[in-house]
């Protein structure tokens, strides 16, 4: 009975024995080639983006080259890999605005809400404007009110009847500096000279 049986029970699986060497030694190469990449990638960049961007080389290095088997191959395709995956991340970076984004605790970003300072500006100078306009002929309220309303010139010359379109051009300048000149001549209250 024991001539039947072969003397080797797995005859494929000793058969495939220097595959299967071969691949503990390929991965043995990987494995010492991931740790020089990762090294490698965090003296360059961020450690926590190095173990990331070891394990895209090594998926390349497996998928397209995975006819290579020494190590004497594989480290210098793997290092220009790695320096085009380096390359790759640094420019995707720099699109994003990410070497020079700011800590959000170390700088709030500004609020929606006016500036209370502002806000008190634009007050005073619109009572000093209300009170100026109050102050000024009926023509010139009305002038204001209808541009204030958002009227144009051509509609504002029909409502208020003048000739012409220049006449509403002379009555506004007119308007305007009678206007500044009842603030103090200056629109800001500094007293200089401003524009109207």
């Known amino acids: 009975m024991d001539s039947d049986l072969p003397l080797d029970p797995f005859p494929a699986l000793a058969a495939a024995q220097p595959d299967l060497a071969a691949a503990d030694g390929r991965a ?6 991931r740790e020089r990449i990762v090294a490698f990638a965090a003296s360059r ?26 190590l004497e191959d594989l480290l210098p395709l793997a290092f220009q890999i790695l320096r085009f995956k380096l390359a790759a991340a640094r420019r995707k970076a720099a699109r994003r605005g990410e070497f020079d984004a700011v800590d959000v605790e170390v700088f709030p970003p500004a609020s929606d809400a006016p500036d209370p300072a502002a806000v008190l500006e634009r007050k ?33 010359q029909g409502r208020m009847g003048a000739a012409s ?22 629109w800001d209250g500094s007293g200089g000279r401003g524009t109207p």
């Not at 043995?28 to 080639?33: E, G, H, P, Y």
């Not at 009170?131 to 504002?156: A, D, N, Y």
């Not at 308007?175 to 500044?180: H, I, N, P, S, T």
């Open 28 to 33: 043995a190469i990987l494995v010492r080639l």
């Open 124 to 156: 005073e100078l619109l009572a000093r404007l209300m009170g100026g306009i109050g102050r000024m002929g009926e023509r010139c309220r009305e002038l204001f009110r209808l541009k204030l309303q958002g009227h144009s010139f051509p509609e504002i």
């Open 165 to 186: 379109l220049n006449t509403i051009y002379t009555w506004d300048h007119r308007c305007r500096k009678q206007l500044l000149a009842s603030l103090g001549g200056s």
């Open 45 to 70: 960049y961020a450690g926590s983006q190095a173990e990331d961007l070891a394990q895209e080389v090594l998926v390349l290095i497996h998928t397209k080259y995975g006819h290579l088997e020494r």
